[in-house]
């Protein structure tokens, strides 16, 4: 019998996880759950749409709630909420931010004896599973995360809110010099602008002033004042032929020493690198969805994250199958 999905939210995050239900033998999509008007909207695979304000309607249909909206407002209220009727999935990526979000989704979800898997995506998410294995094997150790090279969705959508703006892609890169001393053990302190720079790719409205315009993405705090950035302006033709997609990556390098005095060093370093953002970590969320279903079954009842989830439950195999292959 097919794990019974439903997405919440339909945006590029909702999309992705549209089609990896579609590729996995083991799920189904009950339907998208959606603030606009549902006839407005047409799905890629001609799955079910429904209005949000309907989805208590689908308790007893849907075994897992995948939501796929934004960090800053839509999950904070959200996952607390939905969590109190489903088993629910969500992508939560405000680092600083998920111990308060995976106490108030605990509360929600313990007495409702629900299970909710919190901050799935690949940071957080397979980087912080990276970073816990490798700091866990090498306890004498540094780690490192370098994101990149990659579009910023929330650093492009930044850009595009100054005035004269038109439009505007922004790729978050690791700086090489940073990234070959880290890989070569040498553990250096690093500043956040020795290990990341930022390209701005902007197209402004005619007559805008550029010099202004420049200098307002350079100086903006939190975004850009901290790095070292370029900003280049081109067309919108130019944008849209070579900077359309939104791909990302990045690596996590620990490295640390073994021995009575330390004299063995070794470095662990996981990278990816991604054609499209939002569909891999969609593809991640739907993993963690099976996981859900299978810990809910169980009785685990409550808020976990990625650390908390056995390895053998995101996949739709067989656990002797996966011995068989993996081990």
């Excluded at 033998?25 to 603030?35: A, I, N």
């Excluded at 959508?157 to 005035?163: M, N």
């Excluded at 032929?241 to 470095?267: A, Q, R, W």
């Amino acid at each position: 019998m097919a794990i019974r999905i439903g997405i919440y939210g339909y945006g590029n995050l909702g999309k992705g996880v549209e089609t990896a239900i579609k590729n996995s033998s083991d799920l189904e999509l009950v339907g998208v759950f959606t603030r606009r008007d549902p006839k407005s909207l047409k799905t890629l695979t001609g799955a079910n749409v429904y209005s949000a304000s309907s989805v208590l309607d689908f308790t007893d249909k849907i075994d897992v709630m995948v939501l796929c909206g934004g960090s800053a407002t839509d999950l904070p209220e959200q996952t607390p909420y939905l969590a109190k009727y489903f088993n629910v999935v969500d992508s939560f990526d405000n680092h600083s931010k998920i111990p308060e979000h995976l106490k108030s989704v605990a509360k929600s979800s313990e007495g409702a004896n629900k299970t909710a898997i919190i901050s799935v995506g690949w940071d957080p998410g397979m980087f912080s599973l990276n970073r816990l294995y490798a700091s866990s094997v090498l306890t004498n150790s540094k780690y490192y995360t370098f994101w990149g090279k990659g579009v910023s969705q929330g650093h492009s959508d930044a850009i595009r809110r100054i005035d004269g703006v038109k439009d505007a892609k922004q790729y978050t890169v690791p700086v090489e010099s940073a990234l070959e001393r880290v890989r070569n053990g040498e553990n250096p302190e690093l500043t956040t602008r020795e290990k990341h720079l930022r390209e701005c790719f902007v197209v402004a409205c005619e007559g805008a002033d550029l010099n202004r315009i420049e200098n307002e993405i350079k100086t903006m705090p939190a975004y850009f004042a901290d790095y070292d950035t370029t900003v280049n302006f081109i067309s919108q033709e130019e944008l849209n032929e070579k900077h359309s997609g939104i791909p990302h990556g990045g690596f996590v390098i620990c490295s640390g020493s073994t021995g009575l005095n330390g004299e063995n060093n070794h470095v662990i370093e996981y990278s990816l690198k991604l054609d499209s953002n939002p569909e891999f970590t969609s593809s991640v969320l739907v993993a963690y969805a099976r996981a859900c279903y299978k810990l809910n079954r169980k009785g685990e009842y409550g808020a976990k994250t990625v650390i908390d989830i056995p390895p053998a439950y995101l996949s739709s195999k067989d656990y002797n199958d996966l011995v068989k292959e993996l081990i």
